[in-house]
């Protein structure tokens, strides 16, 4: 039993074993140097979170003309030691003693940063290998960059645990040379027991430093900053860059977000450690994405040979005069098919990234063994960027090319004066979002158009998704495929929500691009359909309603000329009231409607419904102060005596403008502070249960004024008219038949 359980521990530490080393071995390429394809040694770490050696960087920036101090210039340093030196120093050209002198002639420093040919300082630009981009270093080059001392530690690691038996030879023993056993941080070299004692004799300064174990890599204890040489103490957010107490005081972190050190570790360490704990807990997906990429890449092998045959055929077909036009048609097809599989190769390469022993989250569990503080920033701060993008790709999955080449397909019926021209068939281009014609109400109406020149379409697919900034991950694509016509619906929606929706043409080809991105807001409350009452209340000689009762307009004539001739007499003039043959006792509902700029004097809102069948036995031009429209609102809020809030609330429009009140009274000499300009469609949302109503911009969906109105009884959709005008209700984008005129269980008798 005690035998059994003895192979069990040795099975278990040995299969452990074999996963560290194997982590290890996938992990070596993210430990070598993009430039001289070695391990690193000395890493510097670009702005573009890059690293790059400090010695092929200094070769980087010789080669586009820039003079660098040798970086292997310190005598004591073991890159300097002919047992230590990397093997591609060695290679290196010296200059010819003409090209010094031109050199030295020039005029310039010998810091790293100064172009040839120029007296005055500029900013070093230095061609990032990994990214293919320039980056800025500044007026001091190099000089400027933080020494990424974790990931040194990193690469010393990796090297004890590929290579354990390679042993630490002494740097001044006499061959042969014996095994060192001490190191010395401030001679930076390994010592035998014996050269330790004859190079750090008693009664000198030397013997006070401290052996520390041997190694080839001598750091400095702590991350230093590069330009005072001290210690980094904080991170500045807005530069995103470690920085120490001189570069703080600074006039160039003026007005910047600085913070410990210790808080920017905490909280990059805490996502890091998200992170990589999502992508560990998603081995099964990053498995299943890398089979289904890996049979992409079959189909796409498959299906490319087999339309390269199809085009092979076809081609044979024609005269001599299309032998030309064939290579160059197979051509295009051959590097389609190897643009693509290099894509989804590369796409491979990153999801395997992302497995358990891959060399990207090895070195990421590897960083987190980093215990000091600012090396862990900058060093996490880099593997982040690639962790998040890891994390995206994962959660947006999609192959980076399609195996489909139908659009490599020819089309042999054309004419023989075609032939010249004869070319693959595209597929639509990008269609353009008629934003005029699009807009969002009970469900959404989406109207495109293709470009002008763009292949016919035979159908689209539309795809939207809700944007929801609290959310942590981008909800899915919802799509709706095979749409004829150039418009659809979009149905089934959250009330008060943004969606981001997005078009796409098909043909024989396959499919075009994506149309660029709209976003529209729904409505804040669920839309309330109704039409306009016409058998009650209105005046039939001032108002004329539609006949499908979404419309109406305001026609004075006479009665209009009677009340300016009583204008003199107090008397106010007429006002016309139209009201919508539902009536609300709960929830909240949402219209919109749409106002004439050219409307005299129009009122939008709501009412009690019991004050308004008042309103209509009262004198049509004999009207309360209280409600005066001259007012500004007709919230009643004039009346300070009374708490109850106002049995109306209405919003003012006339002559293409909204006037604001917001509470105060207003007056004729400032216009332009409470007016604002009318949108194409005012939208009405009523809150029953709060006891308020508030106006939007129906486009924007900006509020415009809110107030609060008497919900003790049922309340209904109010319209008044002073004067020409003209309004018309907006029109359902379901348009459906029946008319719903109970809302929360009341309901208007016919």
């Known amino acids: 039993m005690a035998e059994g359980e003895d192979l069990q521990t040795f099975t278990s530490i040995m299969d452990a074993l074999v996963r560290i080393s194997t982590t290890m071995k996938n992990m070596e390429r993210e430990l070598v140097c993009p430039v001289c394809k070695e391990m690193y040694k000395q890493p510097l770490a670009l702005p573009c979170t890059h690293n790059v050696c400090h010695v092929c960087a200094s070769e980087v920036l010789l080669q586009h003309g820039y003079l660098c101090c040798d ?113 010395c941080t401030e001679c930076k070299s390994s010592f035998c027991n014996e050269c330790f004692k004859l190079y750090h004799p008693w009664g000198t300064q030397k013997a006070q430093h401290e052996p520390t174990p041997p190694t080839l890599t001598f750091r400095p204890k702590g991350l ?22 001189l570069c703080r005081v600074r006039r160039t972190h003026t007005s910047h977000k600085i913070t410990p050190v210790l808080s920017a570790y905490q909280a990059l360490r805490e996502k890091l450690t998200k992170s990589l704990a999502y992508i560990l807990s998603s081995q099964d997906t990053v498995q299943t994405q890398i089979a289904e990429l890996e049979e992409t890449v079959k189909h796409t092998e498959v299906n490319g040979s087999q339309a390269k045959e199809e085009v092979s055929q076809l081609i044979q077909g024609l005269c001599a005069m299309l032998e030309e036009k064939r290579a160059t048609l197979l051509q295009a097809i051959e590097e389609c098919q190897q643009e693509r599989l290099a894509s989804l190769h590369c796409q491979i390469q990153e999801h395997q990234a992302m497995l358990e022993n891959s060399g990207m989250v090895g070195y990421a569990q590897e960083v987190l063994k980093e215990t000091d503080h600012p090396c862990f920033v900058q060093a996490a701060k880099q593997l982040h960027n690639r962790i998040l993008k890891a994390t995206d790709s994962l959660q947006s999955f999609r192959p980076a090319a399609t195996a489909s080449f139908s659009h490599f397909q020819l089309d042999v019926s054309r ?15 990008a269609p353009v979002i008629d934003t005029q014609r699009t807009y969002a109400y009970d469900q959404i109406f989406l109207c495109w158009r293709l470009p002008q020149h763009s292949p016919p379409a035979w159908h689209y697919t539309v795809e939207y998704r809700k944007t929801d900034a609290k959310a942590k ?31 796409k043409g098909c043909n024989k080809a396959g499919f075009g691009e994506y149309s660029e991105d709209i976003y529209l807001h729904t409505p804040p409350a669920p839309v309330l359909n109704f039409f306009l009452d016409n058998r009650w209340g209105f005046n039939r000689d001032r108002l004329a309603i539609s006949k499908d009762q979404r419309a109406v307009r305001s026609v004075p004539g006479i009665p209009m000329l009677f009340a300016a001739e009583r204008l003199m007499t107090s008397c106010h003039l007429s006002i016309d009231l ?86 105060s009274a207003l007056t004729s000499r400032d216009p332009n502070g409470c007016t604002v300009p009318l949108p194409p469609r005012i939208g009405i949302c009523l809150d029953y249960e709060q006891g308020k109503v508030s106006f939007y911009d129906a486009v924007s969906f900006r509020e415009l004024w809110e107030c609060g109105v008497d919900c003790s009884g049922p309340v209904c959709p109010a319209f008044c008219f002073i004067g020409g005008g003209a309004l018309h209700l907006q029109e359902l984008v379901a348009n459906k038949q029946e008319r719903k005129v109970t809302i929360g269980g009341f309901a208007k008798l016919d």
């Open 473 to 503: 991950g981008l909800k899915l694509w919802q799509r709706r495929e095979e749409v004829r016509g150039t418009s659809a619906l979009v149905e089934y929606l959250d009330t008060d929500s943004v969606y981001v929706l997005r078009v």
């Open 415 to 429: 004419e023989l004066k075609l032939l010249t021209d004869l070319a693959f068939i595209r597929a639509p281009e």
């Open 224 to 245: 230093m900053c590069p330009e005072h040489k001290e210690e980094v103490t904080h991170y500045c957010k807005t530069c995103q860059r470690l920085v120490c107490q």
């Open 71 to 183: 970086p292997t210039s310190e005598p004591s340093s073991p890159a300097a030691t002919p047992a230590t030196r990397s093997p591609r120093l060695g290679r290196r050209a010296i200059p010819k003693p003409d090209r010094l002198d031109r050199l030295l002639k020039s005029g310039f420093g010998t810091y790293p940063g100064r172009k040839r040919g120029t007296v005055h300082p500029q900013t070093v630009s230095f061609p990032c290998p990994a990214c293919q981009r320039d980056v800025d270093l500044g007026e001091r080059g190099l000089g400027s960059l933080f020494r990424n001392l974790t990931l040194e530690r990193v690469v010393e690691r990796y090297r004890q645990t590929i290579n354990i038996s390679a042993a630490i030879m002494c740097q001044f023993c006499k061959p042969p040379q014996l095994e060192a056993t001490k190191g």
């Open 578 to 663: 139209v009201i919508g043959d539902v009536a609300i006792t709960q929830g909240k509902s949402y219209w919109a409607c749409c106002v004439d700029p050219s409307s005299y004097l129009v009122k939008v809102g709501v009412g009690l419904e019991s004050k308004l069948q008042e309103w209509f036995q009262v004198p049509q031009d004999v009207v309360s102060p209280r409600y005066d429209p001259d007012s500004g609102h007709d919230s009643g809020a004039e009346d300070t005596t009374v708490e109850a809030p106002p049995p109306y609330a209405f919003l003012t429009i006339g002559m293409g403008k909204i006037l604001l009140s917001h509470g």
